[in-house]
């Protein structure tokens, strides 16, 4: 089993910048990629940047140019650096890791914007 657990959340205002971590434990190895979601009050859990295995790299269009997905060589830490940030970026942030057969999840960390 892969264990997550995300942290730098916080309060920032708008223009700001925050760094989320994700330190992954366990089973790395069958880790195929990992992710970064939000949920913001009322809303649906959405996928906001993800890193494969192999590197490849995908943003949600809502973010891209701002926010900045990373991983240390070990692949063990995933970052998710965030600038320019904006209110509408507010929500718990929730790091994921994809295996073959399951998606293990963060506790969630809480980012919250102001005007």
């Known amino acids: 089993q892969v264990q997550l657990v995300e942290s730098g959340g916080g309060l920032v205002q708008a223009g700001g910048s925050l760094r989320l971590s994700c330190a992954a434990s366990?089973?790395?190895?069958?880790?195929?990629?990992m992710g970064w979601y939000r949920q913001a009050p009322g809303k649906q859990r959405e996928l906001v940047a993800s890193?494969?295995?192999?590197?490849?790299?995908n943003y949600d269009g809502s973010v891209k140019g701002r926010f900045t997905i990373s991983r240390d060589n070990a692949e063990i830490t995933v970052y998710l650096q965030m600038n320019s940030l904006k209110p509408e970026d507010t929500g718990v942030y929730y790091c994921?890791?994809?295996?073959?057969?399951?998606?293990?999840w963060g506790q969630g960390t809480q980012v919250t914007v102001s005007s």
């Open positions: 366990g089973s790395i190895f069958s880790i195929n990629a």
């Open positions: 890193i494969t295995s192999g590197g490849r790299i």
């Open positions: 994921a890791a994809v295996q073959r057969d399951r998606t293990a």
